[in-house]
């Protein structure tokens, strides 16, 4: 079975610094990867997402994520973070079991953004 | 924009009462799904539909039920409302037919206190 490991519960950076938030998974095959931010009090929403082709993905509000087969990693990245994307990230893998298309979301990443 | 509604953000209820959450998709989705979120936890699957009438349980689908009796339409119930189910939780929509690499939408959640 599928499974998705975001190592780090809270990351805490300044506002205008970079940022990595980390994402490895465990299928046998390539997967598709997603990353979804939660805004406090919403729902969650795609930021990008990747299954072939060029393996550095751009996506919304700046991001983007690299997925690195030899490391089974999917980490996502943005060079100058502002406050309003402090938010909780999700990293989620796509893959097909028995017919069903059901995603496995990792157990997210609090981003705390400091003035 | 895929819209996904939910019938409340806050609901309070008693133990013991039946609670019945609603999720309303206005984009003609063949898929749709309940997760519950708690902290540390993350997004955890309670049961996904793939088409009117039919259901599927996810990895946590004790104490619920679901019904889906229009495409758009579907409800998540808490036969017999227990404080191990205070939680906040979501509903999304796929679109069907794209597999695993299709987006999921999420409503904006409904945090339940069982008190």
């Known amino acids: 079975a599928q499974s998705v490991t975001q190592p780090d519960i809270h990351i805490t950076v300044s506002e205008g610094a970079s940022l990595e938030l980390r994402c490895n998974y465990s299928?046998?095959?390539?997967?598709?990867l997603f990353w979804y931010v939660q805004s406090p009090g919403q729902g969650l929403q795609l930021l990008l997402k990747?299954?072939?082709?060029?393996?550095l993905v751009q996506g919304i509000k700046g991001f983007e994520a690299e997925f690195k087969r030899s490391q089974s990693s999917f980490n996502l990245r943005k060079p100058s973070v502002h406050w309003s994307d402090a938010a909780e990230y999700f990293c989620?893998?796509?893959?097909?079991?028995?017919?069903?298309?059901?995603?496995?979301f990792g157990r997210g990443t609090s981003l705390i953004v400091h003035p | 924009d895929v819209k996904v509604t939910q019938s409340s953000r806050y609901l309070v209820k008693r133990t013991g009462e039946k609670v019945f959450l609603e999720c309303v998709q206005d984009?003609?989705?063949?898929?749709m799904f309940w997760y519950r979120q708690d902290p540390g936890l993350g997004l955890r699957l309670i049961y996904f539909?793939?088409?009117?009438?039919?259901?599927e349980k996810g990895d946590i689908p004790e104490g619920y039920s679901v019904s889906r009796e229009k495409k758009e339409r579907f409800s998540l119930i808490l036969e017999s409302a227990s404080t191990n189910q205070t939680s906040m939780y979501l509903c999304?929509?796929?679109?069907?037919?794209?597999?695993?690499?299709?987006?999921?939408?999420f409503g904006p959640g409904t945090r339940l206190l069982v008190l």
């Open positions: 999304a929509s796929t679109p069907g037919g794209g597999g695993a690499g299709e987006t999921q939408y």
């Open positions: 299928y046998g095959a390539t997967p598709y």
């Open positions: 990747y299954f072939s082709g060029d393996t």
């Open positions: 989620a893998v796509g893959t097909a079991s028995g017919g069903s298309y059901i995603p496995t």
């Open positions: 984009m003609d989705h063949e898929n």
């Open positions: 539909s793939y088409d009117v009438k039919m259901k």
